[in-house]
């Protein structure tokens, strides 16, 4: 029987990425399509430049391709959220749109999500960083103290790369950063979850949304939120 899956990618001014990003998600999965049924989802968070212009070009060429459209930037997390909330199968993957993640990754973490159905979460985790230090240092700092309250066992809840059950994501309320809670709103909520060491590769195009102020400080603070989530959901 086919695994069926939503592959969910937020863009966000990454024009000179889609392309090159789409032609390569399409290859790596198409190898096995006696496996898996799939579909795309871009979500364009209110680019910029030629983001919006450029997926719907690509969408002309698969039907694979679904394209959602916000009129303003309102960040990764809703970006993610919406399109898992559009999605038609209830097995999701999400994946940054930069290059970074390696799609080669996809079947290993698929495998091991097929292969145990104990399993509601399979997330990657990122060796050897190619990011920039003060990116790696807020990472570490972020990751230290998350785990510390929320006990979820994972060393890199940044890695975008993840296999997971549609349903139980959407059980959590919304908030602003939610994706970068994911597994630890999984644990939390009592489901199995497994991690595995992934790639990751230098971004050669564009540039991170991303800085210290943003990651480090904001992610300190929903700790605490996605802890109450975890205790109201129990009680």
Do not use: W
Request: hydrophobic share 40%; proline share 2%.
């Amino acid at each position: 029987m086919k695994l069926s899956f939503s592959i969910v990618v937020p863009f966000y001014n990454e024009e000179d990425n889609i392309n090159f990003f789409l032609d390569e998600i399409i290859n790596v999965i198409s190898r096995n399509m006696i496996f898996y049924s799939f579909e795309i989802i871009c979500v364009d968070d209110g680019s910029t430049d030629s983001t919006g212009v450029i997926l719907n070009e690509y969408k002309l060429k698969t039907d694979l391709l679904t394209v959602l459209n916000f009129s303003e930037n309102k960040g990764q997390s809703r970006a993610i959220h919406y399109g898992i909330q559009n999605a038609i199968y209830e097995n999701i993957i999400t994946i940054d749109g930069d290059c970074q993640n390696d799609p080669n990754d996809i079947d290993k973490l698929l495998i091991i999500f097929k292969n145990n159905k104990k399993l509601s979460l399979v997330a990657g985790e990122r060796i050897k960083r190619k990011d920039i230090a003060i990116k790696r240092i807020s990472s570490v700092l972020a990751n230290y103290f998350r785990n510390l309250i929320l006990k979820d066992g994972c060393k890199d809840t940044g890695c975008s790369l993840k296999v997971f059950k549609k349903n139980i994501f959407l059980e959590a309320p919304f908030f602003d950063g939610i994706h970068r809670f994911i597994p630890a709103i999984f644990v939390g909520f009592g489901n199995n979850v497994k991690y595995v060491k992934v790639n990751h590769r230098p971004r050669l195009k564009g540039k991170s949304k991303y800085g210290i102020s943003n990651r480090l400080f904001k992610g300190l603070r929903d700790i605490f939120l996605v802890k109450k989530i975890i205790q109201n959901k129990l009680n």
